[in-house]
């Protein structure tokens, strides 16, 4: 238990702030990525033995994730974290960022759940097609296909402020 | 154009907080959770071999019985001295894929008393049919028993114990009918609602399921569901519409009087919160508060997060920026005034101090886990329960968090509060549930 505990600490301040970010793009607020999280590392730390043994840690902790917010998302509708209109006074290189960031996060927002998943494992956790299809539990060609349009929206949705975005595919 | 999507993405992470997870806390409930699981798998054993059918829930809380575990608390990132006074009971596993329900300590403690309140009640089972051992656990607002019976000629059936408060306004009827289900309503003359439902779920024209469904007049609501295994054939069911009915109205299933449960947070109470730290001008001269930026509401404001009140708020003064964060968790059930376990027992650079108000509380100051930003957290529990966490850190967070990835470089010298100031605010009357 002792060696257990010692590890999965070491994992734990290694990876818990990249597991949140992950969680935040998932579900767009961070008090629910940071329960999100919680909750997958508790999970995390069951299995821990049979993961160690595999050297899939950060796989499974990444399924865990994923499952725990799309579980989330079906059972119950959650207000998400309101974009601020008007950004806290802070200097202008900052503010433009906040206001990049409000569009990304609305434009992420607006995306169905599992679509939301396959763009942020395809493309911020860098998964492949086929571990991707592996851990929403789905086809190759869904992942292909929830991919394309997950980054139609958000071209779309991001066009008007990011005319660069238009070269997406 | 991986990166530039990457990059993209990454944008949106520009106001990225300090992270409040607490990694003590979260190997604690992973242990419990693991002693849960240990438990489920020796008792399930057991049942079959004497050849009982009882459910991994049931098994769990018979062998788990005992005082509660001390990671029973609400949000895993509040770390707080929980009390031990609080009658044993479970959380619900989840089913499937599913995960946990978020289920306060109160919520838990009221499944234990539920279970040890329903032992009494003499269950309405034929003769000849084994009783399995009854627990009922808890999962959110809702309290659940799943227990399995069987006949040594194979017959099989499933009831389930479904107990909630009773918010809803009351059916005047019984639901739009489905194919295959049929229901009848009845109001008892003591204003008891009973609903009766039958249906066919595999095979038309077989009898599948029977649940009688109470809103009591004592505030609780209480669905007793049976389920008929295919292997029954014919179709026979193990309880009666008035064994189901004495199910579902017996007194021991009666949830705590609502004047006596804990009310969930709300917006209301988190405002009144606020005027009651407002009033008590907890910052020094000099000192502003600016709106953290992950908060949805103004500076030194609660807001209901997490099962709780929690305020999160940046601190300027001539020193630089740092961050103020108070959470307070709702006083478990059974908690006994004057016996509260506020202990340093496995914190680390921990101290116990005395509060102006008399009440103990304990301090934890610059962990390795929090390095290099300096923190104080104190923690304490409230007369009427209320656990209170008070977090001051010289890294504020709309600094820490404006880089990607973030920069967790301290912001001013020292944190923005010192101990007598946390202590301070964790006195005032008013702040508790």
């Known amino acids: ?169 | 154009m991986n990166q530039d999507i990457r990059e993209l993405l990454g944008s949106s992470l520009h106001d990225e907080p300090p992270l409040r997870i607490d990694r003590a806390r979260v190997l604690a409930a992973g242990r419990r959770r693991l002693r849960v699981r240990q438990c489920g798998v020796l008792a399930g054993s057991a049942f079959g071999v004497v050849g009982g059918v009882a459910t991994a829930v049931a098994a769990v809380a018979v062998v788990t019985a005992g005082p509660p575990s001390s990671t029973d608390g609400p949000p895993l990132s509040s770390p707080v001295a929980v009390p031990t006074t609080a009658p044993a009971g479970i959380p619900c596993p989840p089913a499937g894929h599913e995960s946990y329900v978020e289920t306060s300590a109160t919520a838990v403690a009221e499944a234990g008393r539920l279970t040890e309140a329903f032992r009494r009640f003499p269950f309405p089972a034929p003769s000849g049919v084994e009783m399995p051992p009854i627990v009922l656990c808890a999962a959110g607002e809702s309290w659940n028993a799943n227990i399995a019976f069987g006949l040594p000629d194979g017959a099989k059936w499933t009831v389930v114990i479904r107990v909630v408060p009773d918010k809803a306004v009351r059916p005047d009827g019984c639901p739009k009918p489905v194919k295959g289900h049929s229901c009848r309503a009845e109001t008892r003359p003591d204003g008891t609602f009973l609903t009766f439902s039958t249906g066919s779920a595999d095979n038309p024209g077989r009898l599948s399921f029977a649940g009688v469904t109470a809103w009591r007049p004592d505030g609780t609501t209480v669905t007793v569901h049976e389920s008929i295994s295919v292997g029954n054939s014919p179709a026979r069911r193990l309880l009666d519409d008035q064994a189901l009915v004495a199910i579902a109205t017996a007194a021991e299933l009666r949830l705590d009087p609502p004047s006596s449960r804990v009310a969930a947070p709300t917006g209301t109470r988190a405002t009144e919160l606020s005027a009651v730290l407002a009033a008590a001008g907890v910052l020094p001269p000099g000192m502003t508060a600016v709106r953290a930026p992950s908060v949805p509401v103004e500076a030194m404001e609660f807001f209901v997060s997490q099962g709780g009140y929690k305020l999160n708020a940046d601190l300027v003064d001539a020193d630089g920026e740092g961050n103020l964060f108070i959470f307070l968790s709702p006083p478990a059930l059974g908690h006994l005034p004057g016996r509260e376990n506020v202990t340093c027992a496995g914190m680390a650079a921990c101290e116990v101090i005395t509060l102006p108000n008399g009440r103990k509380a304990t301090v934890q100051r610059d962990t390795a886990y929090n390095a290099p930003a300096k923190v104080i957290i104190l923690n304490t529990i409230a007369e009427d329960g209320t656990q209170i966490l008070v977090r001051s850190a010289n890294q504020s967070e709309r600094f820490a968090g404006g880089k990607n990835p973030p920069v967790s470089q301290p912001t001013r010298p020292e944190p923005p509060l010192d101990i007598d100031a946390l202590a301070r605010i964790a006195s005032l009357p008013g702040l508790v549930w």
């Open chain 1, 1 to 169: 238990m002792r060696d257990r505990d010692r590890e999965f600490g070491e994992y734990f301040d290694a990876r818990a702030a990249v597991l949140r970010r992950t969680a935040y793009l998932l579900c767009g607020d961070w008090h629910r990525a940071e329960d999100l999280v919680q909750s997958a590392l508790v999970k995390l730390y069951v299995a821990w033995p049979r993961l160690r043994s595999d050297g899939a840690i950060d796989a499974y902790a990444r399924q865990i994730l994923v499952r725990t917010v799309i579980d989330d998302s079906r059972r119950r509708f959650r207000r998400s974290e309101t974009p601020v209109e008007s950004p806290p006074e802070v200097a202008l290189e900052q503010l433009a960022g906040a206001e990049d960031a409000l569009d990304v996060r609305r434009a992420l927002a607006a995306l169905p759940p599992r679509q939301r998943a396959t763009v942020v494992l395809r493309y911020w956790e860098d998964l492949s097609v086929e571990e991707t299809a592996a851990l929403l539990g789905c086809s190759e060609g869904t992942v292909k296909s929830q991919a394309a349009k997950g980054l139609a929206a958000l071209r779309r949705l991001l066009a008007a402020s990011r005319p660069a975005l238009e070269e997406l595919p």
